[in-house]
C-alpha cells in the first residue's frame, strides 16, 4: 500500500472578534480550496479574536492560510484593537499540527515556509515558536508575546528579539506574528464528587509538569458550582507521551489521598483518534495492535 | 456540515484458494476502480477459497463486486471443486457491511440490488442472508448453505428454499450465491493464565448467546501451547450492542471464580475506529462525548 496523503492542521488566531464582516473575509480564503477543509471558527467578543481551525494537504493549507493572514493584515487595525487575550498581531498566532503521516519535523519546515512566505508578501515580522522556535527563549508563546502590539516596536530592537523573517521592525497596523508547530492537544477534564475547590488545586499542582508531574500536562482546578463540583481541568500538550489514560489514573490515584471520587471526564474539542484508541489498548491490554487495524484508517489514506 | 460521503465494506468470499491466476482475474474488477478500494484478500489452499475485502461508495462498490461475481463464475467450475469449507457456489458468500453515514436498511438495500443484478445478468439463484433475509429460516448463512453446492439442485426444488432471486435451479457450474447484510465482526481473543482448556471452555459459554450469556458474543475455547496459555476465542458480532469492554469484563469476572487472571487481549483483523473508541470512553467515564469529537472524523466525509 502506497505511503498516505500527508494531513496538517492549522489553527491561526486573528485578533477580530467583534465585526462579522472582517471575520468573514478573513476567513474566506479558507472556505472550498481544493485540499482544504475549513472545520471551524470561533469568535470571543470579550477577547477580540477568533480561532479557525483548517485541515488539509500541507501546500494547500499553507497557500490559504498565506492569503488569510493577507486580507486580516487589510482589514484590522491594531493600533485601534482592544481586547482581552494578548496579542501582537493581526494575524497573532500561527500553529501548524502534524495530523497524518507527517514528522513533527515536516511541520516544523512547513511553518517555516509559511512565515517566509508571509514576511516576504505582506512586510510583517515573523517569531518561529514553540517547535519551530530557532531559541529557547521563543519556545514559550507568552514570552515571545510579551509587550504585546504596544510593545513591540521596542521589543524588537533588542538584537535578541531579532526576528525569524523580515526586518526588526513591526508592520504599522498588523504588527507581528508567530508562526510554528506543535502537537494537537487534547483539552480534557475530570470530575471531582467535591465541591471544595482546594482539593482540585492540589490535585493539579500534584500532576502538572510545573508542579513535578507528568512532562506533557498543564493543569488547574475548577468550580462548576451549578453542579456542586470540582473539576482537574488540563491540556495535554502531546498525548503520544502522556496519554489520556496515564492523566485519568494519576488523577484518581490522588483523589483517594482526599477521599474523594472520581465521577468522570470530559474531552472539549477535537480529540486525535490515536489518544483514545490507545487508551482502549490500555484498559484491554492488547497486544500485537497497531493503527492499521482500525478500519476507518484505510479511508484516510 | 453536509452529511458526510457513505461507505460500505464488502467481503465476497469466492471458491477458488489454489490457482493464482484464477485469483488474480477474480479480483482484477475490484482493483483501481473509482470509489472503490481493494483493501485485502487472503487465498486459503486448504479451504480452497478467497476471501477478499473491499470499501467504498456503495454503487461503486456494488458495480465492481457484480462484475468480479461475473468473473467468478466464468473461471470456477463448482462440479470439480474441493475444499474444506462448505461452499455452495462460485461466489460463495457476498455480505455488505454499512461504514460510516448508513444505516443496516440502506446495506440491506444494496444487498438486495446486488443479489437481483446478479441473478438477471448470469443466472445464478441468490438467497438473501444474515440482516438481508427475507424469512427467518435465511438468517443463518449455515442453515442457507446446509448441502452445499452438490446438494443444491435438490435444495431448490423446496418451495421453503426458492430463491430470492432468479428460478429455482443451480448455475450448472457457479450453483448458488448468498447475498446479505451484516454489522463488522470484531474477531477478539482473550488470554488466560491458564494452560486448562476446560476452563477455557467453560468461560467460552457462560458468556455467550448460545449459553445464556451476551447476545452478540460467539466464544469457544482454544488452547496456545507454545505459550502454555489458553484463550477464550470470540466474534463480537454487532459490537454497538455487546461491546469489546463488555465482553472483556465479563471474561475477567468469570475468571476469578477459576482463580485464574486475564494476561491481556487481541484483535484479530480489522477493527471500526468506533468499537474501541466507545471502550476508551468506558473507562474514563466520559460524558458528553460524540464521534465528531474525533479529528479523523472530518477526514472522512
Given at each position: 500500500?502506497?505511503?498516505?496523503?500527508?494531513?496538517?492542521?492549522?489553527?491561526?488566531?486573528?485578533?477580530?472578534?467583534?465585526?462579522?464582516?472582517?471575520?468573514?473575509?478573513?476567513?474566506?480564503?479558507?472556505?472550498?480550496?481544493?485540499?482544504?477543509?475549513?472545520?471551524?471558527?470561533?469568535?470571543?467578543?470579550?477577547?477580540?479574536?477568533?480561532?479557525?481551525?483548517?485541515?488539509?494537504?500541507?501546500?494547500?493549507?499553507?497557500?490559504?492560510?498565506?492569503?488569510?493572514?493577507?486580507?486580516?493584515?487589510?482589514?484590522?487595525?491594531?493600533?485601534?484593537?482592544?481586547?482581552?487575550?494578548?496579542?501582537?498581531?493581526?494575524?497573532?498566532?500561527?500553529?501548524?499540527?502534524?495530523?497524518?503521516?507527517?514528522?513533527?519535523?515536516?511541520?516544523?519546515?512547513?511553518?517555516?515556509?509559511?512565515?517566509?512566505?508571509?514576511?516576504?508578501?505582506?512586510?510583517?515580522?515573523?517569531?518561529?515558536?514553540?517547535?519551530?522556535?530557532?531559541?529557547?527563549a521563543r519556545e514559550n508563546l507568552a514570552k515571545v508575546r510579551k509587550g504585546q502590539f504596544e510593545g513591540m516596536a521596542e521589543k524588537?530592537?533588542?538584537?535578541?528579539?531579532?526576528?525569524?523573517?523580515?526586518?526588526?521592525?513591526?508592520?504599522?497596523?498588523?504588527?507581528?506574528?508567530?508562526?510554528?508547530?506543535?502537537?494537537?492537544?487534547?483539552?480534557?477534564?475530570?470530575?471531582?464528587?467535591?465541591?471544595?475547590?482546594?482539593?482540585?488545586?492540589?490535585?493539579?499542582?500534584?500532576?502538572?509538569?510545573?508542579?513535578?508531574?507528568?512532562?506533557?500536562?498543564?493543569?488547574?482546578?475548577?468550580?462548576?458550582?451549578?453542579?456542586?463540583?470540582?473539576?482537574?481541568?488540563?491540556?495535554?500538550?502531546?498525548?503520544?507521551?502522556?496519554?489520556?489514560?496515564?492523566?485519568?489514573?494519576?488523577?484518581?490515584?490522588?483523589?483517594?489521598?482526599?477521599?474523594?471520587?472520581?465521577?468522570?471526564?470530559?474531552?472539549?474539542?477535537?480529540?486525535?483518534?490515536?489518544?483514545l484508541i490507545d487508551t482502549a489498548s490500555y484498559y484491554l491490554g492488547l497486544y500485537g495492535f497497531s493503527m492499521d487495524k482500525v478500519?476507518?484508517?484505510?479511508?484516510?489514506?
Open positions: 500500500m502506497a505511503a498516505g496523503k500527508k494531513i496538517v492542521q492549522c489553527v491561526p488566531n486573528f485578533s477580530e472578534g467583534r465585526d462579522f464582516d472582517k471575520i468573514d473575509k478573513i476567513v474566506s480564503p479558507l472556505r472550498g480550496k481544493e485540499g482544504v477543509k475549513l472545520l471551524n471558527y470561533e469568535a470571543d467578543k470579550d477577547y477580540n479574536r477568533v480561532v479557525v481551525t483548517v485541515i488539509g494537504e500541507p501546500k494547500a493549507v499553507k497557500n490559504a492560510v498565506v492569503e488569510a493572514v493577507g486580507v486580516a493584515s487589510e482589514v484590522i487595525d491594531m493600533t485601534k484593537h482592544e481586547g482581552q487575550h494578548s496579542r501582537m498581531g493581526a494575524s497573532d498566532v500561527v500553529p501548524f499540527i502534524p495530523i497524518k503521516n507527517m514528522t513533527m519535523t515536516e511541520a516544523i519546515e512547513l511553518a517555516k515556509e509559511t512565515g517566509k512566505e508571509i514576511s516576504e508578501k505582506y512586510n510583517i515580522p515573523i517569531f518561529l515558536y514553540e517547535k519551530a522556535a530557532t531559541k529557547p524588537l530592537k533588542d538584537p535578541e528579539w531579532k526576528p525569524d523573517f523580515g526586518e526588526a521592525k513591526i508592520h504599522p497596523t498588523a504588527g507581528v506574528t508567530a508562526v510554528g508547530a506543535r502537537m494537537p492537544l487534547v483539552a480534557y477534564n475530570i470530575d471531582l464528587d467535591t465541591d471544595n475547590i482546594e482539593i482540585a488545586n492540589r490535585i493539579a499542582r500534584t500532576i502538572r509538569h510545573s508542579g513535578g508531574g507528568y512532562r506533557f500536562i498543564k493543569a488547574g482546578g475548577v468550580e462548576i458550582p451549578e453542579r456542586r463540583i470540582t473539576q482537574v481541568t488540563m491540556n495535554l500538550t502531546d498525548y503520544t507521551k502522556t496519554a489520556i489514560y496515564r492523566a485519568f489514573e494519576a488523577v484518581k490515584m490522588e483523589a483517594k489521598r482526599y477521599g474523594v471520587n472520581v465521577l468522570g471526564s470530559e474531552i472539549v474539542g477535537l480529540v486525535p483518534m490515536e489518544a478500519l476507518e484508517t484505510s479511508l484516510m489514506e
